[in-house]
């Protein structure tokens, strides 16, 4: 995900790259173009730093506990786009929390079959068009 940001996202700025094993954050970080991508090292950073927040973890839990920590602080009018394939209730329960601190939230679950990326991109395009803003965005993070 965070090569094709890089690669074809026509980003302002450097991709902005969170991981709670910051190894991981700064190898993907060397494997990308130079100059492309930041890492932080807490979540607060990345996302006070970000227009549009992108996570992608294992389970439920994790992403519970990243949101949680993420809208502890002023996310009103950020995106957060919910890339794990986590449960319906969980999902709800999620989009609930980020949109009562005033952000806005996409669920955009992944999966190996090509067939559904259409489908996710249509889903983007038509939110996109709903907030052009977002378009415009300054600065992207994901983790």
Same mark, same amino acid.
Not at 66 to 73: D, S
């Given at each position: 995900?965070?090569? /094709?940001?890089? *690669? +074809?996202? /026509?980003?302002? $700025? #450097?991709?902005?790259?969170?991981?709670?094993?910051? $190894?991981?954050?700064?190898?993907?970080? *060397?494997?990308?173009?130079?100059? +492309?991508?930041? =890492?932080?090292?807490?979540?607060?950073?990345?996302?006070? $730093?970000? %227009?549009?927040?992108?996570?992608?973890?294992?389970?439920?839990?994790?992403?519970?506990?990243?949101?949680?920590?993420?809208?502890?602080?002023? &996310?009103?009018? $950020?995106?957060? &786009? %919910?890339? @794990?394939?986590?449960?319906?209730?969980?999902? /709800?329960?999620?989009?609930? @929390?980020? *949109?009562?601190?005033?952000?806005?939230? =996409?669920?955009?679950?992944?999966? #190996?079959?090509?067939?559904?990326? #259409?489908?996710? +991109?249509?889903?983007?395009?038509?939110?996109? @068009? *709903?907030? #052009?803003?977002?378009?415009?965005?300054?600065?992207?993070?994901?983790?």
């Amino acid at each position: 995900m965070c090569k /094709n940001l890089v *690669e +074809k996202g /026509n980003l302002d $700025k #450097p991709l902005i790259i969170f991981n709670r094993t910051t $190894k991981r954050a700064t190898d993907l970080k *060397e494997r990308l173009p130079s100059g +492309k991508s930041i =890492v932080v090292l807490s979540i607060e950073e990345a996302v006070s $730093k970000s %227009d549009i927040v992108f996570t992608c973890l294992g389970d439920d839990l994790a992403v519970k506990d990243t949101l949680a920590t993420a809208v502890k602080r002023d &996310v009103k009018g $950020k995106l957060f &786009v %919910d890339c @794990s394939t986590i449960h319906p209730d969980t999902t /709800n329960e999620l989009a609930k @929390s980020v *949109e009562e601190h005033g952000a806005h939230f =996409v669920a955009c679950p992944g999966t #190996p079959s090509t067939r559904s990326r #259409p489908c996710k +991109k249509l889903i983007l395009d038509q939110q996109y @068009s *709903e907030h #052009p803003q977002w378009l415009r965005a300054a600065s992207w993070s994901a983790f």
